[in-house]
């Protein structure tokens, strides 16, 4: 993972107007559907998002500025600091660092790990070998030794109605290791957001903490509605009559059935505007809802209405 300031094209001294800016600005150029001819847009959309989410997080953003969390969000290991002192030189006991530290040293192990013992006079003693290469003195485990290492993250893809990316929801994620889980969809969760559930991935074969599972939002297929982008589309049958008289018709959306006027003599084809009644948008509206008319005949047989058509076909010749 790239850094977030680098992701977002930020400096680090931005600020929240700054940050949510470029995000959405990213965001709309960046996204799958966008993309659609680039197989890597997902996963450049997918760290947007990990970069927004540490940025936007005032606790998270500093915490990755003092270097404790990786661009991923995860808590980063000690860095090796190496040995002290600028060089090594000859000296009356031998080769020694600069600061007068012999440059060989003696190690013990015991139950409690490896030790040192240094070649330092005024008290001498040992020291923890994770002091030597920069780990500090870290939290070791009945058999002695460093802390295993953590579990494996895992990567989810769950998949939402349109509905519930537009008003939110709960939904309950089976996981690959069995567990069930609820976790909650924000209302205007857009494809794409990814989630992290800490603790929640593979365990540790050593015995360490478990790793994070990784879930990412997907548009599930829609009986109703099509997506174009942030709008929608859907046909709407309209009845022969209406569409020559005139009338009010209920058209279904995602936040439920709403009334539209159908003027008189409209066509077969037509489409309509709902604004505001798609999808999520990366500024944090919606888009629109657009509404193509499909005239319908009668179920049964008509003989009047027959009439009337030849009538109109032969003043039309």
Partial sequence: MRDPYDVLGVSKTADE?????????LAKKLHPDANASDPKAQDRFAELNTAHEILEDKEK????????????????????????????????????????????????????????????????????????????????????????QPGADMEITLPVSFEEAAEGASKRVGLPNG???????????????????????EPSAMGGPPGDAYVTISYAPHPIFERDGDDLRQNLDVALADAVLGAKVRVPT?????????????????????RGKGLPTATGGHGDLLV????????????????????LREQAD
């Fill in 254 to 274: 995602l936040k439920g059935a709403v009334e539209l006027a159908i003027p008189a003599w409209t066509s077969g084809g037509r489409t309509f505007r709902l």
């Fill in 292 to 311: 193509r008319t499909n005239l319908v005949l009668p179920k049964d047989k008509d003989e009047e209405l027959e009439a009337i058509m030849r009538k």
């Fill in 17 to 25: 107007a700054e940050i949510k800016r470029a995000y959405r600005k």
């Fill in 61 to 148: 953003r500093a915490q990755y500025d003092r270097g404790e969390i990786d661009a991923e969000g995860k808590p980063k290991a000690p860095e090796f600091t190496g040995f002290r002192g600028g060089g090594p030189r000859r000296g009356p006991g031998g080769f020694s660092g600069y600061d007068g530290d012999t440059i060989f040293e003696s190690f013990s192990f015991g139950p409690e790990g490896a030790r040192r013992s240094s070649g330092r006079g005024g008290g001498g003693g040992f020291e923890d070998i994770g002091d030597i290469f920069g780990f500090g003195r870290q939290r070791r485990s009945a058999g002695g030794g460093f802390a295993p």
């Fill in 179 to 201: 567990k069930q889980i609820d976790i909650k969809i924000a209302a205007g969760t857009r494809e794409g957001h990814r989630m992290r559930l800490k603790g929640q991935g």
